[in-house]
C-alpha cells in the first residue's frame, strides 16, 4: 500500500533465546529480514528500527532508536519519528506467524476507521502492541511517556483512539490461535523453524 511505513523491530536483549533471535536463520535469510519481506508485502517500504552497526548488512534501512534503552516503545518512538507516512505498520521480529493476508487486513481495517491505532487482542496476553497500526497521532503522547520515563507501550497509549482487532476477527486468519506467538526460547524457534519447513514441503 502506497500510504503505509513498515517497521520490524529487531532490538531486544533476547536473554531466554541467549543469542540475537533478529539474526537466527529463518528459511533462507536471518529471521529478521524474513520478517521484513512478509512485512514489504503489504507496505510500500519496509525498515529495521535497532542497531545499524549490527543490522544494516540484511539488506534493508535501518532506523535506530531516539531513546536508546528504552525496549520496545522506544523502537515504535523511533519508527513513527522517521516516518511521514499516515499508516504505519509496525511488528516485532519474532512473530513468524503472522500471514500477509492479515496484515493486509488490519491496513484496511486501519484505514476504514481512521483510529490513532489498530491493534489486536490476543486471548492469552490482551492488546498485541507489536503487531499494530500506528498513525502519526501517536508519537507525541509516545514521546511524552519516554521523556517521563514510561517504558509500558499500554501506558503511552492511554487515552489515544483505538481500533481494537477482536479474537472473532483474526481468528479468519488463524483458526488455530498462533497467529500473535512470539519466539522467545530455542524450543519456540525449533518449532517454528520445523513448522516452515513442512509449510514449504507441502507446497512443492
Known sequence: ???????????????????????????????????????????????????????????????????????????????????????????GCD??????????????????????VTIPESESHGYEPLCAVYTPACLRPIEEALRSGERKISHALEGLRLRVVRAHEWKRYDAQGKLFHNLNTPEEYARARAALLAQHTASR
Not at 19 to 33: C, H, I, T, V
Open 95 to 116: 512473530m513468524p506467524y503472522l500471514s500477509a493476508e492479515f496484515l493486509a487486513w488490519m491496513l484496511q481495517a486501519a484505514k476504514a476507521g481512521q483510529p490513532d
Open 1 to 91: 500500500m502506497e500510504d503505509c511505513r513498515g517497521f520490524v523491530l529487531a532490538g531486544g536483549e533476547s536473554r531466554r533465546m541467549e543469542q540475537d533471535k533478529a539474526l537466527l536463520p529463518f528459511g533462507e535469510r536471518p529471521l529478521a529480514a524474513w520478517m521484513a519481506e512478509r512485512v514489504g508485502k503489504v507496505c510500500r517500504t519496509v525498515a529495521l528500527v535497532g542497531d545499524a552497526a549490527k543490522y544494516s548488512a540484511l539488506g534493508f534501512p535501518v532506523t535506530e532508536d531516539v531513546y536508546a534503552g528504552h525496549g520496545p516503545l522506544g523502537g515504535i518512538h523511533a519508527a513513527l519519528a522517521s516516518s511521514a507516512a499516515p499508516f504505519n505498520l509496525i511488528v
